[in-house]
Each structure stands twice: as C-alpha cells, then as structure tokens.
T-cell receptor
Framework: RKEVEQDPGPFNVPEGATVAFNCTYSNSASQSFFWYRQDCRKEPKLLMSVYSSGNEDGRFTAQLNRASQYISLLIRDSKLSDSATYLCVVSQLSGNTGKLIFGQGTTLQVKP | EAGVTQFPSHSVIEKGQTVTLRCDPI?????LYWYRRVMGKEIKFLLH??????QDESGMPNNRFLAERTGGTYSTLKVQPAELEDSGVYFC???????WGQGQETQYFGPGTRLLVL
C-alpha cells in the first residue's frame, strides 16, 4: 500500500468551476502536510502547507483531518493556469530527517 | 536569489556506464535532499545531507549509487554502473532547516536531471 494515496485523475473541468482533490496517508506519525504543484516537465513547487485548522490562500483552501488521515485541496473559480499536477506530500520526523513522502499526484486540466 | 540548480538537465547513457549528477543548493541552505521519480511512479526520497554529513540515506536503492557533499556546498550523485531501471528524473531540493514549524523548512526543488539509460 502506498504511504500517500491520491486519485490520479485526470480531472477535466471548465474555467470557473470548483474542484476538490483528496488524499489519504497511512502513517499516523506524519507531522507536516503540504500540497505541491508540478507543471509538465518542471520541478514541484510548494503551493501551501496544510494545518489542522484549515488554511486558505486566495482561491485555494486546504484541510487536514488527522483522525481520518485525510487531506484535501479545494480550488475555486478555476483558471486555465491552474492546469497542472497537484502533489499531496507528508513529512515524518524520523531520526531527524525531514524527508518528504509524495503521492503520485492528481492531474487537473482546466478547459476554456 | 538563485534557486536550486542541477546539472546536467538531461543525460542519455548506455547500461554499464557511469553518470554523475550535480546539485547546487540555495546559498546558506544546510539541508540538501535527493529525490527520484521513475516513470509512472511517485517521487521518492533518496537521501538527506546536513552540511557535509549524510543524515538519512534510507532511500538509496543500492550500492551503485554514491552521493557526496564535500565542504557542505554542492552535492554529486554518481550512478556506477547504470542500469535500465535507473532511468527517471532526479530532483535535488534544499531547505534552510529541517525543524518543522519555524517557516524555514520549506524544501525548494531544482529543475531535475532527466536520466535515460539505454
């Protein structure tokens, strides 16, 4: 079983739509949670950190449910430029390493 | 401020040859990570340096892979001899700290080296 599971999609949505991505993680010792964005043939870039209280950054809202080991990302008013792969990422502090554990990514395609 | 840089951007080699990948982290970042994405799989951790010391090399696939960070600046990852299954994208990332919650633990990724072993 993968440590971080995501629906790979693709999600094809029209401009202006609201889309939600979900992710589950298996290790309850996970301590930090992130969504990274990766454009085609580019490096992953941090989109936002995810906190238990939930956090919002413009059109993006992230939620964490530690009890269910579930992370979500909501994108409102989708733009063409939101088309990318969204990576769910967790981190565990084990032996003082901050290594990141990645999901396989969810592909979003926003159509005009 | 310059980001994480990696060299080369692409490398095509034959099975059995040696390849050395280089990563230059963001200046002042003590933490340097190597990750790899093979076709169809998720990005996976290889190892972590703090300055010149290997903090965690639990993700290194086997002893054909050797990573160094002499002087605690740039790092190299050597694959010798390369096998077909080593093909993929090798990412390097750096962070200022590995202590979470201080806002300086964000890992910034380089553009990656695309390795193809034929």
């Amino acid at each position: 079983r993968k440590e971080v599971e995501q629906d790979p999609g693709p999600f094809n949505v029209p401009e202006g739509a609201t889309v939600a991505f979900n992710c589950t993680y298996s290790n309850s010792a996970s301590q930090s949670f992130f969504w990274y964005r990766q454009d085609c043939r580019k490096e992953p870039k941090l989109l936002m950190s995810v906190y238990s209280s939930g956090n919002e950054d413009g059109r993006f809202t992230a939620q964490l449910n530690r009890a269910s080991q579930y992370i979500s990302l909501l994108i409102r008013d989708s733009k063409l430029s939101d088309s990318a792969t969204y990576l769910c990422v967790v981190s565990q502090l084990s032996g003082n390493t901050g290594k990141l554990i990645f999901g396989q990514g969810t592909t979003l395609q926003v159509k005009p | 401020e310059a980001g994480v840089t990696q060299f080369p951007s692409h490398s095509v080699i034959e099975k059995g040859q040696t390849v050395t990948l280089r990563c230059d982290p963001i200046s002042g970042h003590d933490n340097l990570y190597w990750y790899r994405r093979v076709m169809g799989k998720e990005i996976k951790f290889l190892l972590h340096f703090v300055k010149e010391s290997k903090q965690d090399e639990s993700g290194m696939p086997n002893n054909r892979f050797l990573a160094e960070r002499t002087g605690g600046t740039y790092s190299t990852l050597k694959v010798q001899p390369a096998e077909l299954e080593d093909s993929g994208v090798y990412f390097c990332a750096s962070s200022q700290t590995r202590i979470w919650g201080q806002g300086q633990e964000t890992q910034y990724f380089g553009p990656g080296t695309r390795l193809l072993v034929l």
